[in-house]
T-cell receptor, first 111, second 114 residues
Framework: SQKIEQNSEALNIQEGKTATLTCNYTNYSPAYLQWYRQDPGRGPVFLLLIRENEKEKRKERLKVTFDTTLKQSLFHITASQPADSATYLCAPRYGNNRLAFGKGNQVVVIP | DAGITQSPRHKVTETGTPVTLRCHQTENHRYMYWYRQDPGHGLRLIHYSYGVKDTDKGEVSDGYSVSRSKTEDFLLTLESATSSQTSVYFC?????????????FGQGTRLTVV
C-alpha cells in the first residue's frame, strides 16, 4: 500500500531563515505531487503542484523539488516569517484522482 | 474562495445513532472527497466520488457510506455512530484537467459521538 512520510516533529525556525520540509513516499510513482498549508481549525489550502518531469517549482518565497529516484519532495520556505507558521501537507497523486496526504509537518517561525 | 459548504459545522450525537454530513459545491467539479482528521493520523480518505452515482472507498471506509445523486452534493453517512468516529471531517472537491489539479476544502465538521 502507499505510504507517505513527513517528519512528525515540529520545525522551529528563526524568522528570516529557510525552512525545509521533507516528504518521502513509497511503493508507487506519482505523476505529480502537491503541497498544502493548513492552519488550526481550517481546511488545507493548496500551495504548489510539481509534476514528475519537473525538478523544481517556485512560487514567491516557496520552492519545491521532486526527486523521483529518491521518491522524495523537499519544500522550502525562504526568508520565513511568523505568518508562515502552519502545518504543511504533501500529497502525491495516485490512481483515479484519489488524493492522499501525509500527516503534515508543523512549522513554527520564531520572531 | 471555492464554493464548497459543509453542514453541519458542529454536531454532538449519541452512540448508535445515524448521522449524515453534507457537502455542497457550486463549482460543478467532478471529484468530491470525504476525509477525517485526527491527531497523530493526519488526513485520511474515507470515500470519494468521481461522478454522479460513482463512488469508491478510501483507506478508512468501514462504518461509513456515501451517496452522490447530484453533482453538487456528496453525503457522508455514519450508519451507527461510535465514539471512534469522533473527529473533524473535511470535504474536498477537485476537477481533473489532464495533469492534475488542486483540491479545495470545506471548513470542516466537528463531530463528537458521546
Amino acid at each position: 500500500s502507499q505510504k507517505i512520510e513527513q517528519n512528525s516533529e515540529a520545525l522551529n525556525i528563526q524568522e528570516g531563515k529557510t525552512a525545509t520540509l521533507t516528504c518521502n513516499y513509497t511503493n508507487y510513482s506519482p505523476a505529480y505531487l502537491q503541497w498544502y498549508r493548513q492552519d488550526p481549525g481550517r481546511g488545507p489550502v493548496f500551495l504548489l503542484l510539481i509534476r514528475e518531469n519537473e525538478k523544481e517549482k517556485r512560487k514567491e518565497r516557496l520552492k519545491v523539488t521532486f526527486d523521483t529516484t529518491l521518491k522524495q519532495s523537499l519544500f522550502h520556505i525562504t526568508a520565513s516569517q511568523p505568518a508562515d507558521s502552519a502545518t504543511y501537507l504533501c500529497a502525491p497523486r495516485y490512481g483515479n484522482n484519489r488524493l492522499a496526504f501525509g500527516k503534515g509537518n508543523q512549522v513554527v517561525v520564531i520572531p | 474562495d471555492a464554493g464548497i459548504t459543509q453542514s453541519p459545522r458542529h454536531k454532538v450525537t449519541e452512540t448508535g445513532t445515524p448521522v449524515t454530513l453534507r457537502c455542497h459545491q457550486t463549482e460543478n467539479h467532478r471529484y468530491m472527497y470525504w476525509y477525517r482528521q485526527d491527531p497523530g493520523h493526519g488526513l485520511r480518505l474515507i470515500h470519494y466520488s468521481y461522478g454522479v452515482k460513482d463512488t469508491d472507498k478510501g483507506e478508512v471506509s468501514d462504518g461509513y457510506s456515501v451517496s452522490r445523486s447530484k453533482t453538487e452534493d456528496f453525503l457522508l453517512t455514519l450508519e451507527s455512530a461510535t465514539s471512534s468516529q469522533t473527529s473533524v471531517y473535511f470535504c474536498a472537491i477537485s476537477e481533473s484537467r489532464g495533469q492534475g489539479t488542486e483540491a479545495f476544502f470545506g471548513q470542516g465538521t466537528r463531530l463528537t459521538v458521546v
